[in-house]
């Protein structure tokens, strides 16, 4: 018997410095769905997960609230075991790397690195941030600032143990160059690839003194340091496979994918590799790299407020419902905002309408027609085969944009056939078939439309498990995962034998409403732009505002967010001003350039998303969308509004 092909995936070791949140529960639900997928396309699959549990952040959490380290460790990682099930994941296995079984892994790989001469003891002075537990150079802070905390870090002067980092340089970048598809999307591989190339690249820092620090592993060469936590937690990944050189080891390994966030792309892009080619050891397959979940297109953080519990969005909207909408709604790698009213028109408008709607007209004509049988179907006509190719169509594509991680667009191409199918029910009439008597053509157009919700189903079941085993038990189908191949479904038809038992009825997703605290929102809101009436300000507040016209010179799309775009404009000074602007779903930037707008000259200077921002463009909006102002006729730049 030959064996299975394996497919190994790893979510990040996330760390236990906050409860999970929307960012955690994304990472955990596409990782678990693609590890379905996976399996349903005939595959031995692997999935590990965890938590990271050493390091400064969380001896200083703990002491904040005084308790141990461990304890607060144990809390946290219990509340991460807590909520992968409740989100449907299904890991194979949770590694903890204040195990026994890590520390000896960690503590092996040092000892091996140590001896091929690849660690040496130094002294360093750096600025260090506390938050992201890592030393920056000078040309790597922004205004002084951590470019991921915002807070001036602290300068350490220390002496510790280096990695040899720099010396793999050269190689990485040669075998990233070598393999495109090392690191998705593309421009992850970019990104990476220009760290190599700054020339910055130094040898990495792997240890902190106990004097400073006692949480974490002990080097197995010195008692004295504890292990720098990224050295420590990407070595999780070969924990969950039993450690290097086992059994487990040896059949994922060569398959095995990595799944982040953005803004673990050096540790695991740069960092991971050089130390696997230090001790020896082959790559690993693919690093997959996610974009942000925003929340009115600012990063999720707790000071804010605007952090997303995902276990509430799952008890209020179904995990189903919760899965399919961060799967459908981000575009992988880019960046997306959440909301709920985007979540309840998703489920209104994909599945009650569309795909509910579909089953419960289908299930609801097989009672009509047949008793809640299936019907065998007569000769397939000219119609059928049409919808036949377009599911083939719809399947394929599927499959292949699901392999690779776009699950949007995985998504859209199975819903392609969705509403093929409601077309179908719509052209094909079967109640008319039925009044005239048609019995054999009515029992082609009832089997087809059933057959195909079965192919509908089992590719939705990745996604939304529970609801796509309810559509099977609904057409009579039993479902076992080892007994399924998605690949089979594109042999062929009539996989659904006639005389199956089939539900009466369906009911899978009702239609939401808008909560009422919103619907009041949105109606106060409406209320506002409908009254004439305006808050009144003094003059003296009015002559504040700087407003000067501008001419776009050029218009590019943010970098690293969707929804915005950033702009040069000319405002009649020496050099034009960068402004950033959240109006890209309105508008094209090749549209934009030469145009004249109006600029708000006098706003403080700040970054979005890393971008210097010097003014706001105004705009006006209404029920037909937004529009720039502009001051009519052409006015030189620089001219003042008054």
């Known amino acids: ?10 979510t990040p070791i996330f760390y236990v410095n906050a409860k999970p949140h929307l960012g955690h529960a994304y990472t955990s639900s596409i990782a678990d ?21 050493h390091g400064d952040k969380i001896a200083q959490a703990a002491e904040k609230q005084g308790v141990t380290p461990q304890k607060l460790a144990d809390d946290v990682s219990a509340l991460f075991q807590e909520t ?16 026994a079984e890590h520390k000896a892994t960690v503590q092996k790989f040092l000892q091996k690195v140590y001896d091929n001469g690849d660690i040496y003891f130094g002294e360093y002075g750096g600025h260090y941030c506390t938050g992201c537990e890592r030393f920056y150079t000078e040309k790597e802070l922004e205004n002084g600032l951590c470019p991921q905390h915002l807070v001036a870090p602290q300068y350490i002067s220390e002496k510790n143990y280096f990695f040899r980092m720099s010396k793999y340089a050269d190689w990485l970048k040669q075998y990233i160059l070598d393999n495109p598809d090392f690191i998705q999307p593309e421009r992850y591989r970019t990104e990476a690839l220009a760290l190599l190339e700054s020339g910055e690249l130094e040898d990495l820092c792997i240890s902190r003194p106990k004097s400073r620090l006692t949480w974490g592993i002990d080097l197995p060469f010195d008692k004295d340091y504890v292990c720098y936590v990224w050295f420590d937690a990407l070595l999780a990944y070969t924990t969950g496979l039993d450690g290097v050189g086992s059994e487990k080891f040896n059949k994922f390994w060569p398959n095995q994918q990595h799944l982040i966030a953005k803004d673990i792309l050096k540790p695991h892009a740069i960092f991971w590799p050089t130390m696997l080619k230090s001790a020896g050891l082959d790559l690993y397959h693919r690093l997959n790299v996610h974009g942000y979940w925003l929340v009115r297109d600012t990063k999720m953080s707790k000071s804010l407020g605007n952090v997303v519990d995902p276990l ?8 189903d419902v919760f899965r399919y909408f961060i799967m459908r709604e981000m575009h992988f790698g880019n960046d997306s905002s959440f909301t709920e009213d985007a979540l309840i028109a998703r489920q209104n408008s994909d599945l009650a309408n569309d795909l509910g709607n579909l ?14 049988s299936a019907p065998a179907p007569a000769s397939y006509g000219d119609r059928e085969k049409a919808l036949q190719d377009l599911a083939l169509e719809s399947m394929r594509n599927y499959q292949s944009l699901f392999d690779n991680f776009k699950f949007s667009a995985a998504l859209e191409s199975l819903w392609e056939l969705v509403r093929g199918l409601n077309k179908y029910v719509d052209v094909a009439a079967p ?9 054999d053509e009515l029992a082609t157009v009832v089997y087809t439309l059933l057959d195909m919700l079965r192919k509908v189903a089992l590719h939705l079941w990745p996604v939304m498990p529970g609801s796509a085993e ?12 080892a007994q399924t191949n998605l690949a089979d479904e594109l042999g062929g038809f009539g996989q659904l034998k006639p005389g199956a038992k089939l539900a009466a009825s369906s009911n899978l997703f009702p239609r939401l409403e808008m909560p009422k605290a919103e619907e009041e929102a949105k109606d106060a809101g409406k209320a506002a732009k409908e009254s004439q009436t305006a808050a009144t300000i003094e003059f003296e507040d009015f002559q504040k505002l700087d407003l000067r016209v501008g001419t776009i010179l050029s218009v590019e799309k943010h970098p690293d967010a969707d929804k915005l775009l950033c702009f040069k404009v000319d405002l009649g000074e020496d050099k034009p001003r960068s402004i950033v602007s959240g109006i890209a779903e309105y508008f094209k930037p090749e549209d934009l350039a030469g145009k004249q707008v109006v600029v708000v000259a006098n706003l403080p200077f700040r970054k979005i998303r890393k971008v210097e921002s010097q003014g706001m463009l105004l705009t006006a909006e209404d029920e037909k969308g937004l529009t720039l102002l502009t001051p009519g006729a052409y006015k030189a730049p620089g001219s003042k509004i008054s």
């Open 1 to 10: 018997m030959t064996a299975k092909k394996t497919f190994a995936l790893t």
């Open 431 to 439: 109640w008319a078939l039925h009044k005239e008597g048609k019995s």
């Open 359 to 372: 089953y419960s007209r289908v299930l609801s004509m097989a009672a009509k027609y047949y008793n809640s």
């Open 84 to 99: 992968m099930p409740r989100l449907g994941v299904q890991f194979s296995r949770f590694i903890r790397t204040t195990s």
């Open 33 to 53: 769905s693609m590890v379905r997928f996976q399996r349903l396309m005939g595959k031995e699959v692997s999935l590990v997960t965890g938590t990271d549990e």
């Open 312 to 319: 509430h969005m799952v008890t209020t909207y179904g995990v």
């Open 470 to 481: 309810k559509m099977l038990e609904q057409l009579g189908q039993a479902f076992d995962p």
